[in-house]
């Protein structure tokens, strides 16, 4: 069973930077897809960063160039580098994961299988 749990979350300024954790556990591979999602009060769970199989990245329009999805040779941690933060990222993010997605599915929070509990990010001065 795949268990993700993530961490470093918290209050950051206008402008400043997190580095969220999601920590792996229970059995992923290299099939296994890993992304990040956040969800605002009152709004959809909205597709943030994916890394994919192959290791290639991809990220949405809000957050390309700002934001950075990373995993480490073991796999047993993923990262997601968040810079030049805004209050409308603010959110709860969720770390997903799933050896069964599709490219084309990369963006649907309910094709993934496997989530965290989520982590509190808000930006605000």
């Known amino acids: 069973q795949v268990q993700l749990v993530e961490s470093g979350g918290g209050l950051v300024q206008p402008g400043g930077s997190l580095r969220l954790s999601c920590a792996v556990s229970?059995?992923?591979?290299?099939?296994?897809?890993m992304a990040w999602f956040r969800q605002a009060p009152g709004k959809e769970r909205e597709y943030v960063a994916v890394r994919w199989r192959s290791g290639a990245t991809y990220y949405a329009d809000t957050v390309k160039g700002r934001f950075t999805i990373s995993r480490d040779s073991s796999k047993t941690t993923v990262w997601l580098q968040m810079n030049s933060l805004q209050p409308e990222d603010s959110g709860v993010y969720y770390c997903?994961?799933?050896?069964?997605?599709?490219?084309?599915?990369?963006?649907?929070?309910?094709?993934?299988?496997?989530w965290g509990q989520g982590t509190q990010v808000t930006v605000s001065s």
């Open positions: 997903a994961a799933d050896s069964a997605i599709i490219l084309s599915s990369v963006f649907e929070a309910r094709r993934y299988r496997y």
């Open positions: 229970g059995g992923t591979s290299s099939s296994t897809v």
